[in-house]
């Protein structure tokens, strides 16, 4: 019955049926075939119990936050910061892109909204300027995974949920990893930039131009500052430092810059009810699908059939990063987090692999999955955005690709590189 269920469950994915919808379908079969009818009592139990944990009010909130920063032009501003900084550098566009994108990662937390945050004014000025559309997009759509990466992050509160971890240790083990992908891409564009001869700005900005730039973006750089700042120090928790995000975006874009108006805040919450709505319908199900699984005995037969094959560490985690960056191909970073934590994590841990070291081997995986087809979601976005084909822009982004290759082998295989911070501040 369970193959059948199987068989069901990848015919109604290769449909096209939403994956809220296809672990809900899948999970109610299960359920009824493990202990009849009076199983389906369990679905609204677990459907309550996979929201009610208060740290997932965060969600709305960053991402509130994040549309609150878009519709005010803070992005706008943190863009011309980064271009006066290193605008001057080969392919210094290519840089600004990243540059921003790890700045606005402090900020939104979700790999999309940094490409469309980001690709809507970076794109046309780099179209414009003598770059490729598919460079443009293919730039973009790398330096945006780096978000989920660099705290806040929507699928780090995910995970922390999942595995009651805490999210301000996920918080803190993701600064290094995400600064040394940013720090990879940079490498690579400068190698590109110099080779196909791309455009810069003509001379070094001056100091007065700097400091004019950054004055201009100083209280939009003071968003990560409160985000993070407020929760390493113990100030204030995850869910409160959200909120305080979302007040502070407000205020700074409604009265300071006067760029927020009325008339944006009805879609920014509109905008934010659905994709919560459909994050939430995402939890729910897979909170229903994760306890049918465990029911079946499917996480101790896999960290049972990995231990049969080896149990190496390194060959473990190797063997669990080609898995998933096969999924990545094919699913996204939410629902994957959510179906293969309860699956994976018992096997790295019984292995001897420290929790924290691979909630973010999981994390940089699965966000890599972003960038490679067939179903990269950021290449898709950013394709859109330049307006050339998701072939081209599939073709340009392999440069990229293989940087975030090698620093997720770095994360991989030198846990100094996720655990130093959270060690320093007490976390791990």
Known sequence: MEIAILVFSLFILVIGMPIGYLLGVVSLGGLVEMGGWPFLRIIASRFFSGT???????VPFFILAAEFMNRSEMTERLVNFVKVLVGHYPGGLSHVNIGASILFAGMSGAAVTDTVAIGNILIPTMKKDGYTPQYSAAV???????????PPSVTM????????MSVAALFSAGIIPGFLMGGLLLVVSTVLAIRYKYPRREERAALKEIILAWWSALLALMVPVIILGSILAGIATVTESSAVAVGYAFIVGMFLFRTLKLSDLVPACIYTAKLTGVIFLILATAHTFGWYITRLGIPAYVAQLIFTI????????????????????FMDILPAVLILTPVLAPAANQAGVDPLHFALVMLVNLNIGMITPPFGMTLITSARIANTSYDS?????????VAELVSLGLITYIPW????????LGFA
């Open 52 to 58: 009610e944990n208060f740290i997932l009010i965060t």
């Open 140 to 150: 973009t759509a790398s330096s945006a995974i780096v978000g989920p990466i660099i």
């Open 157 to 164: 509160i995910v995970y922390g949920y999942i595995t009651h």
């Open 310 to 329: 080896t149990d190496n560490p390194i060959l473990i985690l190797l063997m669990i990063n080609i898995f998933l960056l096969i999924i990545g191909m």
């Open 393 to 401: 822009v599939i073709i340009a982004v392999w440069p990229f690709l």
């Open 417 to 424: 590189l996720v655990l130093s911070v959270p060690r320093v």
